[in-house]
């Protein structure tokens, strides 16, 4: 997020002039030119640094070799990087596909500075193509880095040693230099724009607007402008950018659909969630071009077709509302269902985070007394539910998930072990959870079989036990919250049963929690306090 440079520009037909001015004319694209650094990566830094301010760009289509785009009205497709019109049309859409695409390379650089001094930047430069090595800066808009290279990634110490002494040796400066991974792209990139009988061939990013700001991307609507480009992998990425507000249109009603999820303050929640996550992981993807992709491993996107009046709502009554922890964004991880009680970060990911705490769905405090338990699971005539046990949890009348079921034949347990674990299983002995948090979640399991035993740990265990989804699909356990046993009928065992409880790794927010927490009043201020304990919320202006 730090490394962008942007300038607040509108949405109009003439904006795409004005941010390809912004590319072309920055620091970046011509000491790329001047340095060594391919022309196609140049681009893709000048595109994330030309960026807008309060935009984003969102990897509609990470990776294709054709994409259709267009508009429902008036058009134009324009070179950004020049700011010549390519194509113009009214309605249906245009043909972009790749044509030729640089070598790509993941290599190890060596950054030495980061100079506010053009003629500091100019010197090093042009030292260190004399020296014989590659050169890299990047713009940050208060500085230009200066980067040597390259080493191959898994590099060993000897090597950085003797690459920096290199560099020592050749009179560049090394004290306080440090070691950055950058894709690079040798040779230059080629796309073509077709429309009818027109083609057109650019050696840069192609940019299309429409006249009422809703493009098309293989024929779905988004608000904003689309960018066709090639990405660290040598394809085609679309790239849909737009304000980040008009951005969680999209994202709010996918995330928590309002139908029948559409309490206001829930919503409102999900609306600061989502902001708070999309500016924190801004330039995540910076290698391809975009900051963030439209599925589950960021947030899922759905463009205009997704938008929803409840969810435009809270995203307006939020509007550049983040939730903050000593004035630092959070990470505001959230999950369908807790199954009673959300997770502690270290509990299912690597490290503790102070605000990620484990808390109860319910309303009676911090006791642990309806955490699930196999005892509780085994006395209820219908482990599923449980309803009738909640005593006060959120999330029992909202989901489905709350409580669960699901069980294996030995062979299914087989054939889901070796899936998994990408390995031959005939036979499995015995499973045995080896460590469990206070709040429930199994944090080691080890399945012990016919090929060894084998181990999963914290939220890879969902990965690691999957089972068979009413398609007959193998599918990743739904929590870990969960106590697994042999499955037994008269008297012999037949498979395995686990009783779980919740949808999703379980830190952060429930999502069928806060629309139960909104239904009893509690304001998204204070669902977003409960599930990010010590968390609070500002206005941010970007």
């Known amino acids: 997020m730090g490394s962008k440079l942007r300038t607040s520009l509108p949405l109009t037909l003439a904006s795409v002039l004005a941010i390809t001015a912004c590319a072309e004319t920055g620091p970046l694209a011509p000491d790329a030119r001047d340095t060594g650094l391919s022309p196609t990566l140049a681009l893709h830094e000048a595109s994330l640094q030309a960026t807008p301010a309060g935009f984003i760009r969102i990897g509609v289509v990470p990776s294709a070799t054709s994409v259709r785009v267009g508009a429902a009205g008036d058009?134009?497709?324009?070179?950004?990087?020049t700011g010549a019109t390519l194509l113009s049309g009214s309605g249906d859409a245009v043909t972009v596909r790749l044509l030729a695409a640089g070598e790509v390379r993941t290599r190890r650089w060596f950054q030495v500075t980061c100079s506010g001094s053009p003629s500091t930047v100019a010197d090093l430069v042009t030292r260190g193509q004399a020296a014989g090595f590659e050169t890299l800066t990047e713009d940050l808009g208060f500085c230009t880095r200066v980067l040597f290279g390259s080493l191959p990634v898994g590099e060993s110490a000897a090597d950085r040693t003797a690459f920096v002494a290199s560099l020592g040796a050749a009179g560049l400066p090394t004290a306080g230099g440090y070691w950055q991974t950058k894709t690079v792209v040798s040779g230059e990139s080629q796309v073509e724009a077709s429309y009818g009988d027109e083609e057109r061939v650019a050696n840069n990013p192609v940019v299309l607007e429409s006249a009422d700001g809703i493009v098309l991307i293989n024929g779905s609507p988004y608000r904003g402008v689309v960018e066709v480009w090639t990405n660290s992998g040598g394809t085609l990425a679309a790239i849909n950018?737009?304000?980040i507000e008009d951005y969680l249109y999209g994202v709010v009603p996918r995330e928590l659909p309002p139908g029948?999820?559409?309490?206001?303050?829930?919503?409102?929640?999900?609306?600061?969630a989502a902001r708070t996550y999309a500016l924190a992981n801004m330039g995540k993807r910076g290698a391809d071009g975009y900051d963030l992709l439209t599925t589950t491993s960021d947030q899922v996107y759905g463009g205009v077709a997704a938008e929803h009046p409840?969810?435009?709502?809270?995203?307006?009554a939020t509007a550049n509302v983040v939730a903050v922890y000593n004035g630092t964004l959070i990470s505001t991880l959230y999950h369908s269902t807790s199954g009673g009680f959300t997770a502690n970060s270290e509990d299912v990911y690597a490290n503790p985070v102070a605000y990620l705490r484990g808390v109860p769905d319910a309303e009676r405090g911090s006791a642990l007394d309806h955490v699930p338990s196999l005892d509780v699971f085994m006395r209820h005539a219908n482990p599923t539910n449980l309803r009738a046990r909640a005593e006060g949890d959120f999330e029992a009348d909202w989901s489905i998930y709350h409580r669960w079921v699901v069980t294996w034949t030995l062979d299914e347990m087989a054939q889901a072990l070796s899936s998994s674990f990408a390995t031959t299983v005939t036979q499995v002995d015995?499973?045995?959870?080896?460590?469990?948090?206070?709040?429930?979640?199994?944090?080691?399991?080890?399945f012990y079989t016919d090929a060894g035993a084998l181990v999963g740990t914290k939220d890879g265990i969902r990965s690691r036990l999957p089972y068979f989804n009413a398609s007959g699909t193998l599918s990743s356990l739904r929590s870990t919250l969960f106590f697994?046993?042999?499955w037994q009928e008269r008297g012999a065992v037949v498979g395995w049963k686990a009783y779980g409880g919740g949808w999703g790794h379980g830190v952060g927010m429930s999502q069928t929690g806060a629309v139960e927490m909104a239904q009893r009043g509690r304001t998204y201020q204070e669902i977003l306090a409960h599930y990010y304990q010590g968390s609070t919320t500002e206005v941010r202006t970007y």
């Open 75 to 81: 058009w134009i497709v324009r070179d950004k990087a």
């Open 241 to 243: 950018e737009l304000p």
């Open 260 to 272: 029948p999820y559409g309490e206001p303050e829930a919503q409102k929640a999900q609306a600061v």
């Open 310 to 316: 409840v969810s435009t709502a809270a995203v307006d």
């Open 430 to 446: 015995s499973i045995v959870v080896t460590d469990r948090a206070d709040h429930g979640r199994v944090r080691a399991i080890v």
């Open 484 to 486: 697994i046993e042999p």
